[in-house]
């Protein structure tokens, strides 16, 4: 059974920062691709980042420079760090594993239940 636990969302003020992270748990033989997502009131969900097996990232132009995705292997685990954190950016975050292998060789997309962060004054 695969687990996926997701936390760091909060209240922050413009300009400030937040760190997410989101593990994947149980019967897992790989993880391929990592990202995060988010929506906001109205909107539809948009891609922040996402990270690939090897390294290579990709970004959102609105988060270019501010945001930063990253991965731990051994841990199963995808970070967002957020830094410079504008109003705009307040919306759900959900993080996604769209390719995991498990120990029983099915590949399986994977979805975080969603944190919220809040951009305000």
């Known amino acids: 059974q695969v687990q996926l636990v997701e936390s760091g969302g909060g209240l922050v003020q413009p300009g400030g920062s937040l760190r997410l992270s989101c593990a994947v748990t149980g019967s897992i033989f790989s993880v391929n691709a990592m990202g995060w997502y988010r929506q906001a009131p109205g909107k539809q969900r948009e891609l922040v980042a996402d990270?690939?097996?090897?390294?290579?990232?990709n970004y959102a132009d609105s988060v270019k420079g501010r945001f930063t995705i990253s991965r731990d292997n051994a841990k199963n685990t995808v970070y967002l760090q957020m830094n410079s954190l504008k109003p705009e950016d307040t919306a759900v975050y959900y993080c996604?594993?769209?390719?995991?292998?498990?120990?029983?060789?099915?590949?399986?997309?994977?979805w975080g239940q969603g944190t919220q962060v809040t951009v305000s004054s």
């Open positions: 996604n594993f769209p390719s995991v292998i498990d120990n029983s060789g099915g590949e399986y997309d994977y």
């Open positions: 990270i690939t097996s090897g390294g290579s990232t």
